[in-house]
């Protein structure tokens, strides 16, 4: 006969009777839940940008980079650009409060930021040309090294990103030809780069072509550049610049029925969303899985949305597990961001939310080392940053990856005194570094959603 403690049953009772007393806090779902808004101070005005994604390209020259990059040791910097053009990188605490004033990289354009534990590094352009730049916490420049060639430059409207996988810098960018056979011409450039600002071998000096926007799908070992074409080497969506994983018309002379999105790994999988207008009178979410490494072929495309009197914008995809994706956008109406859960093949996991936040066109979807999500923008209030945090990994009071009746009792446990081995204070709820009442209720809150 199994002997269950008095001072469990009573704490459970108790439990049960704040539930029923309580029954509104059943009704918020995960990403309300777990959504944390921080508010940071700046030193300037900061410049969001105008516009969104489904403008015609040589818009995104009013587009502007919110680049969050949460760094090993689990705190994070952003980088952004005030409304004189010069562009701020904020370190913030693992807490997202500012940790240090901001280090000042001077004017420019800001396309990516990568954070270290001790500095970072960033994808700028300066007066056409495309640079690297290294910097440490002291905002002392370790090393400049520029991208472009004699023959090429970088315009205001081009994209780029940047990405490093623990031995080199990936940098990935759209760039004009002046010179020779591309002169005149539209195409994408990409370079991998040392930890010293080495070129290094490998990658190419032209790529996609017209390349009208570009992103890496990025796991923990590789950086697989993704390109938008309206002509070569087809009009599409390609991998590594051979590979088609989606179709959009294009006229090759720089319009697609596509804008990116966001990309990303889940297992042995590769995920996208993506907007398009192709058959359509006005801009969709369209979500693509498919194989993560070459020939990468297509698992499944899907359309997410299908709104005839609104466009979809700036839409987001981060993996939470192998087999579930967390999808968001929003509309060109305004109002709140939709998130919904999606399996490998797109289909909804439970039921879209509704969130009182927003992100940039350019912004990425972060994970945090401890399986946070996040991402930075700014704004009703131009003089702070908002540091937006997903925290689904509360209420995981064992670390095994979910959340379901076994952390209650873990929970049920220690408020009886019980000293527990394996347990781990990451689920805390409330930032009180315990786990108590307010853990077991949000993991029955969360089981109830399931």
């Known amino acids: 006969m199994r002997i269950v403690s008095k001072k469990i049953c009573s704490l459970s009772l108790a439990l049960v009777c704040l539930l029923l007393a309580s029954p509104g806090a059943l009704l918020a779902g995960p990403i309300i839940s777990s959504t944390r808004v921080t508010s940071v101070d700046v030193p300037a ?17 009013e587009l502007r980079s919110f680049a969050l990059s949460p760094s090993p040791n689990g705190e994070s910097k952003v980088g952004w650009q005030d409304v004189s053009g010069i562009i701020h990188v904020t370190p913030l605490t693992s807490g997202d409060e500012r940790k240090a004033g901001d280090i000042l990289v001077g004017a420019g354009k800001l396309y990516d930021l990568v954070a270290h534990d001790n500095g970072f590094a ?15 916490d002291a905002g002392t420049r370790i090393f400049r090294t520029e991208l472009t060639d004699s023959d090429d430059r970088v315009d205001n409207w081009h994209t780029g990103k940047l990405a490093y ?23 994408d450039k990409l370079k991998y780069i040392d930890p010293l600002g ?3 071998l490998g990658g190419w000096e032209w790529g996609c072509s017209h390349s009208m926007d570009q992103r890496f799908v990025s796991s923990d070992s590789a950086d697989i550049p993704i390109c938008v074409s309206d002509c070569y080497p087809g009009k599409g969506i390609y991998l590594e610049n051979r590979y088609q994983v989606s179709q959009a018309d294009g006229d090759c002379s720089g319009s697609t029925n596509a804008r990116f999105g966001e990309a990303a790994m889940a297992g042995e999988h590769g995920v996208l969303v993506y907007l398009s207008i192709d058959g359509r009178s ?10 993560g490494s070459a020939p990468f072929a297509v698992r499944s495309e899907v359309a997410l949305t299908s709104t005839p009197d609104k466009n979809e914008i700036n839409p987001k995809v981060v993996p939470v597990a192998d087999d579930k994706l967390l999808v968001s956008w ?26 009182d936040v ?29 540091i937006v945090r997903i925290q689904l990994q509360q209420g995981d009071l064992n670390g095994d990856g979910t959340i379901d009746l076994q952390d209650v009792i873990i929970g049920l446990n220690v408020l009886s005194g019980s000293n527990l081995i394996g347990i781990t204070t990451d689920g805390d709820v409330n930032a009180d570094h315990r786990i108590g009442m307010e853990e077991i209720v949000y993991d029955l809150k969360r089981i109830s959603e399931e």
């Open 198 to 200: 080495t070129i290094q």
């Open 122 to 136: 960033v994808l700028i352009m300066k007066d056409t040309r495309m640079y690297v730049e290294k910097y440490n």
């Open 282 to 291: 006005r801009w969709d979410v369209i979500f693509d899985s498919f194989a």
């Open 165 to 187: 996988d623990g031995t080199k810098y990936s940098a990935y960018f759209a760039i004009h030809g002046t010179a020779g056979w591309t002169e005149g011409h539209e195409g």
């Open 330 to 355: 929003e509309t060109s109406d305004g109002g709140m961001r939709t998130f919904q859960f999606v399996d490998l093949d797109g289909n909804p996991l439970g039921a879209p939310e509704m969130v």
């Open 45 to 61: 005005a900061v410049d969001p940008g105008r516009g969104d994604n489904t403008g015609a390209f040589w818009t995104f020259s």
């Open 358 to 386: 927003h992100a940039g066109p350019v912004n990425d979807f972060k994970i945090y080392p401890n399986g946070d999500i996040g991402w930075a923008y700014a704004w009703d209030d131009m003089n702070h940053l908002k």
